[in-house]
């Protein structure tokens, strides 16, 4: 048996004496929060993180393909079995990055409609109403703006939303003629003491007066998200190949549709391999996707690799851990996307490889109300 490295040992010493404190000092299992949605559970609404309007001729150019294809599915709620196959309405919006409208600054624009899918159905679309054979099923109303996200909840024929945690649902991303992706939807369930089909109890917005979906884990409500990222990261290269280019794609329920917000505010701390620390933050108005380099020039390889000490070996991946996301001076909630693309020439249009993946969180839920106008 190989002796262990110095280093190695030096390392397991360290772990050794503050283990016996961990041990005692941590619970014997895990507890999941109380009232904190399961992204990966069926719910009964759906966030997609990313939606983008547009084509791009796949194929060499035999045809065109929308640039986003969402797609929803209906399965049999836990405790329903055996289901039948009942008809199930969900109400969408596309819900947009703050701009200006008519002279209003931070507005998020929004689009709702309703489509009818079945347990154990499949519904496909996409945000330009683009009817090719890549393009989806259903036809829905264009998206009022470029990028954006969407999300939608289980409601009942006279369109109020009701308790159905059967949701399920991906977008396929074609960023470029050559590159592809995909990412699963975020779920949230409804309130887990009420039985699939109860009513989803409204609550007034108290600065609009507005009936609005809650996210607070109260009775007849729905579960909570968090407000916090922890991911993996690839550093910019633009100067050699490998060329890549990361973006992080950031969102937020606390959402005022058609109306003013409030920037969200989140602190951002970005590593090396070594574990060398470069803290930034950024802001965002509703929906974003924030090249790295636009939040801190620094996060390049080559920038990184300095910040790192100069080693040759490192900078071209590190780990970003975010604050909890401020609005208003109040924590808010924040999901997202971590988004790569790579690439035989620098920029994202070059692209023919890429990723995306769902950051981490704190668990630590974050109570608050989506306002659809």
Same mark, same amino acid.
């Given at each position: @048996?190989?002796?262990?490295?110095?280093?190695?040992?030096?390392?397991?010493?360290?772990?050794?004496? *503050?283990? $016996?404190?961990?041990?005692?000092?941590?619970?014997?299992? /895990?507890?999941?929060?109380?009232?904190?949605?399961?992204?990966?559970?069926?719910?009964?609404?759906?966030?997609?993180?990313?939606?983008?309007?547009?084509?791009?001729? *796949?194929?060499?150019?035999?045809?065109?393909?929308?640039?986003?294809?969402?797609?929803?599915?209906?399965?049999?709620?836990?405790?329903?079995?055996?289901?039948?196959?009942?008809?199930?309405?969900?109400?969408?919006?596309?819900?947009?990055?703050?701009?200006?409208?008519?002279?209003?600054?931070?507005?998020?624009?929004?689009?709702?409609? +309703?489509?009818?899918?079945?347990?154990?159905?499949?519904?496909?679309? &996409?945000?330009?109403?683009?009817?090719? $054979?890549?393009?989806?099923?259903?036809?829905?109303?264009? /998206? $009022?703006?470029?990028?954006?996200?969407?999300?939608?909840?289980?409601?009942?024929?006279?369109?109020?939303?009701?308790?159905?945690?059967?949701?399920?649902?991906?977008?396929?991303?074609?960023?470029?003629?050559?590159?592809?992706?995909?990412?699963?939807?975020?779920?949230?369930?409804?309130?887990?003491?009420?039985?699939?089909?109860?009513?989803?109890?409204?609550?007034?917005?108290?600065?609009?007066?507005?009936?609005?979906?809650?996210?607070?884990?109260?009775?007849?409500?729905?579960? @909570?998200?968090?407000?916090?990222?922890?991911?993996?990261?690839?550093?910019?290269?633009?100067?050699?190949?490998?060329?890549?280019?990361?973006?992080?794609?950031?969102?937020?329920?606390?959402?005022?549709?058609?109306?003013?917000?409030?920037?969200?505010? *989140?602190?951002?701390?970005?590593?090396?391999?070594?574990?060398?620390? *470069?803290?930034?933050?950024?802001?965002?108005?509703?929906? /974003?996707?924030?090249?790295?380099?636009?939040?801190?020039?620094?996060? +390049?390889?080559?920038?990184?690799?300095?910040?790192?000490?100069?080693?040759?070996?490192?900078?071209?991946?590190?780990?970003?851990?975010?604050?909890?996301?401020?609005?208003?001076?109040?924590?808010?909630? @924040?999901?997202?996307?971590?988004?790569?693309?790579?690439?035989?020439?620098?920029?994202?249009? &070059?692209?023919?490889?890429?990723? &995306?993946?769902?950051?981490?969180?704190?668990?630590? $839920?974050?109570?608050?109300?989506?306002?659809?106008?």
């Amino acid at each position: @048996m190989s002796p262990v490295p110095n280093r190695w040992r030096r390392g397991l010493l360290a772990l050794a004496t *503050v283990l $016996p404190g961990l041990l005692f000092a941590a619970p014997a299992f /895990a507890l999941v929060e109380p009232g904190l949605a399961d992204p990966a559970e069926p719910g009964s609404v759906l966030i997609y993180p990313k939606f983008a309007t547009g084509s791009v001729a *796949v194929d060499g150019g035999a045809f065109n393909a929308a640039k986003t294809l969402i797609e929803v599915g209906v399965v049999c709620p836990a405790g329903l079995a055996p289901c039948a196959h009942i008809i199930i309405p969900i109400h969408f919006h596309w819900v947009c990055p703050g701009a200006t409208v008519a002279g209003v600054t931070n507005v998020c624009q929004e689009t709702d409609f +309703t489509v009818l899918n079945s347990i154990f159905g499949k519904i496909t679309f &996409n945000p330009s109403q683009l009817t090719g $054979p890549l393009d989806g099923n259903t036809a829905v109303p264009i /998206a $009022p703006c470029q990028r954006g996200y969407l999300i939608g909840w289980v409601v009942d024929f006279t369109d109020s939303p009701i308790k159905f945690d059967g949701l399920i649902g991906d977008s396929v991303q074609r960023n470029t003629p050559q590159d592809l992706q995909s990412y699963s939807a975020l779920a949230i369930q409804g309130d887990p003491a009420d039985p699939n089909g109860f009513p989803v109890t409204l609550v007034v917005d108290p600065a609009t007066g507005i009936l609005s979906l809650a996210f607070d884990g109260g009775p007849h409500h729905y579960q @909570m998200v968090t407000g916090q990222i922890e991911a993996d990261v690839r550093y910019n290269e633009v100067l050699a190949q490998p060329f890549a280019f990361t973006a992080l794609i950031l969102l937020t329920l606390d959402v005022r549709s058609n109306l003013t917000n409030a920037p969200t505010l *989140v602190a951002l701390d970005f590593y090396t391999e070594n574990q060398i620390r *470069v803290s930034t933050g950024t802001a965002f108005v509703c929906w /974003a996707q924030i090249p790295i380099t636009a939040i801190d020039p620094t996060l +390049t390889t080559e920038g990184m690799r300095v910040v790192a000490g100069g080693n040759p070996g490192l900078g071209f991946k590190g780990v970003v851990v975010s604050g909890q996301a401020v609005q208003n001076g109040l924590r808010s909630t @924040m999901l997202g996307l971590v988004q790569t693309v790579e690439g035989p020439a620098a920029g994202p249009v &070059n692209a023919t490889r890429s990723y &995306n993946f769902r950051p981490s969180n704190n668990s630590v $839920p974050i109570p608050t109300i989506f306002v659809p106008f």
